[in-house]
């Protein structure tokens, strides 16, 4: 298919989008009448409400940005923002929705604490705060500081998992934290940490638009980011998009070519490709040499990955192969991206390596429309990269090293004896210490581990053996929040400010035009009180408020890659429509827009990137005649957002999507299993059996089923396999077997 059909597919869920919100009425007639409305163009100023600010997106991460139109101060609506760089007025359904969204009778409205009943009941801030620090302390007291462990976020202010981080840390003593971006992006981390010396995606969003072949790999763009798809479609180059994924998604639909490979076979095709590239003299021998160690190592590591080797664990064919490698080859700006299905595979490190190795081999990197480039999920996933002080020290410091410790201390004017010599255990160590019962409490914020972490069943009973449970979010009916002891009521995006940091590594503002309901606080100020009533306050002094504390991130910054000492203020940030990092106040650049490595020079002390390989692993779980079918999960539509939690509040949203969890089927399979399209079935792993509407489709291949993640019951299914280096978990391949729900079949009301 053709780009230009491409643009149209994608396009299609966003103007469905405004028109949808045309039939509710969400649009102003004004609005409706504007250009703004199909994607380009310039609102006319004078028809917009009293005022108008802009501010960025809290769902995904790709920023955009997005006009709030205010009436004496309060948010009455918002459009894409046609001046900001990163969208150029355009916005997917979730955007255009996210003020809806805030307005739900589930919103958190005043702190919730489980009485001796069993039932949450109000409570007033007071009460609430004694009883977190009184209940934490108490466990502290008598299990040890690291007794008590958290789970924080992508989607808070970076302003607010600083202070979360910091205040954990080095005000409660808490030793083990960590995020649901372990989840997510501790893959392209721990990857790009090896491979060029700090966690820097390198790319800038212009270079979806001057490439001449883009590689999506594991990424179904037009459903997970549309935007960015857009931006694809905006590429003046003819350009060859060619999309490596299992599934036949919205995205192989609109691309050039479609290689629908084995699940797990990424490692051996990428290392085929590097052998087929290098035996042909298709490689940048002097960019190698010059910027890189470890190439001699890589293809002696590639012998091993001769054609008919790829061929046969693949899938694919000896000509796709080729092609392939020929497009790698005659492109001139050639850029690789990935996103799950890359980074949530038991040998994802080595994955996202191994398409990091095929830029390096052809030089593919530092120069426009090219790069090895992560993208990202949450609108915060890169704030939490650098500054939540889990996974690593403020700032990208490292834990470990006590010249960092004494570093960050000096900065932030503590002792440095404050700051835990250790790291922190990963997610998935945490929810093993509270099995083992060496974690006894838990406090939860702005994730919904209940529904996304990948053992459910078991997760519910360890959520059950704490001794105290706290779950800070906005909406009390989250499947965490059902069961937790404490509930802290949080404002919510556009209910506060700060700053994200999206995929391309801009800072962008987001700020306060609505209230918060009832006494629902930001997150920012819920830490400030938690300090207070901790006693550790005076270590927060000039945490004052989120820009203020934006000044202490930009110091834990400097002479880091990220440092960001140059940016001045939140309205630098406002008049420039963002700041990418870095941009170092002893050398601002110049250029508005820019990628890393255009030096060629890398963060390792050598200046030079590193080629990263291993042999491939086995699958942990792999269909067999008991469970012969293979499970895919992941996003299911530009509607929903992970755990449901904040789009199902929309009305607009759920007409995008089907309500009841349904599993994709190939026809052959269904025609085999006497599967009926629509008909109830059950899934059933070895963990756990769910019922889901079949949906018969050419989109998943025989062998293969697929299942959004967004019903509550798809982790039953997942198996709980990691990547040995990040620990990121595996959710994307188990084994499964699917059959007929004969009684709820019997069950079902006619035409359904
Ligand atoms: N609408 C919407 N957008 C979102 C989100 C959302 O919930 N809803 N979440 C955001 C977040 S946090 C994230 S992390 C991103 C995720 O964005 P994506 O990673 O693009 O989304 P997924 O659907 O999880 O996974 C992408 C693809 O990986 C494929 N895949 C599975 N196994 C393999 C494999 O072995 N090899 C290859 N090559 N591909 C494989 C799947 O078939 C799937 O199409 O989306 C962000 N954007
Ligand atoms: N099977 C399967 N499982 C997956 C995945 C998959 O592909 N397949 N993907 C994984 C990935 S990539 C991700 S990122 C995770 C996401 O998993 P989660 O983080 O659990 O998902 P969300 O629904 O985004 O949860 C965010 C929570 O924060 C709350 N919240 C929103 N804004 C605020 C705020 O400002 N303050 C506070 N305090 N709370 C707020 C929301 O109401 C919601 O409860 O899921 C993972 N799980
Ligand atoms: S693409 Fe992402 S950032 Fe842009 S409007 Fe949609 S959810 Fe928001
Ligand atoms: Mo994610």
């Known amino acids: 298919m053709s780009t230009d059909n491409a643009h149209v597919t994608s396009a299609l869920g966003t103007r469905i989008g405004n028109l949808l919100l045309q039939r509710e009425g969400k649009l102003t007639r004004e609005l409706l009448l504007s250009p703004a409305e199909f994607g380009l163009g310039k609102v006319p100023a004078k028809r917009l409400p009293d005022a108008t600010t802009t501010m960025t997106c809290g769902f995904c991460s790709t920023g955009c940005g997005l006009n709030i139109h205010l009436k004496d101060g309060e948010a009455i609506g918002l459009s894409p923002a046609t001046e900001y760089p990163v969208n150029l007025g355009m916005a997917c359904p979730k955007g255009w929705e996210a003020l809806t969204v805030l307005a739900s009778p589930d919103r958190a409205i005043t702190p919730l604490r489980r009485n001796s009943m069993g039932r949450l009941e109000p409570v007033d801030w007071d009460t609430a705060l004694q009883t977190f620090c009184t209940r934490f302390k108490a466990i502290q007291a008598e299990h040890g500081a690291d ?6 976020t992508g989607q808070i202010a970076t302003e607010e998992m600083a202070l979360l981080g910091s205040l954990a840390k080095f005000g409660m003593g808490i030793v083990h934290g960590d995020g649901n971006t372990r989840q997510c992006m501790a ?20 270079d979806f638009e001057e490439s001449d072949v883009i590689v999506l790999v594991g990424a179904n763009l037009c459903i997970a980011h549309p935007i960015m798809w857009e931006r694809v479609c905006r ?33 051996t095709l990428f290392y085929g490709i590097a052998r087929i590239l290098i035996r042909e003299g298709w490689i940048a021998r002097d960019f190698i040499a010059a910027h890189t160690s470890g190439f001699e190592q890589f293809e002696a590591h590639l012998f091993d990955f001769p054609m008919h080797r790829v061929t046969k664990f693949t899938g694919l064919t000896e000509s796709q192969i080729m092609d392939l490698a020929k497009a790698i080859h005659e492109g001139q700006r050639v850029s690789f991206w990935w996103t799950m299905g890359v980074n949530q595979s ?8 191994s398409l990091i190795n095929l830029a390096l081999l052809t030089g593919n990197i530092g120069r426009p429309g090219t ?19 889990t996974t690593n020290l403020l700032g990208g410091h490292d834990f470990l090293n006590p010249e960092h410790r004494e570093k960050v201390a000096g900065i932030l004017g503590i002792d440095s004896g404050r700051i835990p010599d250790r790291n922190s255990w990963a997610y998935s160590e945490i929810i093993d210490g509270i099995k083992t019962g060496k974690i006894k409490g838990l406090w939860v914020i702005a994730t919904n581990p209940a529904h996304s972490w990948i053992d459910q069943n078991g997760l519910d009973d360890v959520l059950r053996k704490l001794d105290f449970l706290v779950v800070q979010d906005m909406y009390t009916t989250t499947e965490t929040a059902r069961v937790a002891d404490l509930v802290l009521p949080a404002a919510a995006w556009g209910e506060k400010e700060g700053t994200l940091i999206n995929s391309e590594r801009r800072i962008g503002l987001i700020k306060k035009v609505a209230r918060a309901p009832g006494q629902a606080l930001a997150d920012f100020a819920i830490f400030k009180l938690i300090a207070k009533y901790w006693g550790c306050a005076e270590l927060f002094q000039d945490w004052t408020n989120p820009e203020a504390t934006f000044q202490i991130l930009k110091k834990l910054s400097q002479g880091q890659p ?16 963002g700041v990418q990092w870095p941009y170092p106040a002893d050398n601002p650049p110049s250029e508005p827009e820019r990628r890393l490595f255009a030096d060629g020079k890398f963060y390792h ?12 692993r086995e699958m942990p779980e792999p269909a067999n005649d008991a469970f012969p079918l293979l499970l895919l999960t992941g996003r299911g539509s530009v509607a929903q957002w992970h755990t449901q939690t904040r789009t199902k509040k929309s009305a607009v949203l759920r007409k995008f999507y089907p309500e009841l969890v349904y599993v994709e089927i190939n026809p052959e399979d269904a025609r085999r299993l006497d599967i009926a399209p629509n008909q109830w079935v059950l899934v059933e792993s070895r963990r756990g059996k769910i019922r889901a509407r079949a949906v018969v489709t050419y ?5 293969q089923v697929f299942i959004p993640m967004h019903y509550d019951v798809v982790n039953q299914l997942t198996h709980p396999s990691f990547d040995p280096y990040s620990k990121q978990p595996s959710y994307k391949a188990c084994a499964v077997r699917v059959r007929p729900h004969r009684h709820l079949e019997s069950l079902r009301p006619h035409g359904h």
């Open 371 to 389: 790069g090895a480039n992560s993208i990202t999920g949450q609108c915060n996933a890169m704030g939490s990269r650098l500054f939540s002080n």
């Open 699 to 703: 989109t998943v291949r025989p062998g």
């Open 605 to 616: 002390p050598d200046g030079k990137a590193k080629f990263l390989f291993e042999l491939p």
């Open 235 to 267: 590429n003046p180059h003819k350009p060859k998009v060619i999309v490596i994924d299992p599934r036949t998604t919205e995205t192989a639909m609109s691309a050039t070519t479609h290689l629908a490979l084995r699940p797990k076979s990424d490692l």
């Open 562 to 577: 990220c440092d960001i000492t140059g940016i001045e203020d939140y309205r630098m940030l406002d008049d420039r429509g």
């Open 187 to 206: 893959t392209a981390v721990v990857a790009y940490k090896q491979a060029f010396g700090f966690d820097a995606p390198p790319y800038t969003y212009r």
């Open 346 to 353: 038991y040998e994802g490190v080595r994955v996202a390596q």
């Open 147 to 152: 007794s008590v462990a958290f789970l924080s």
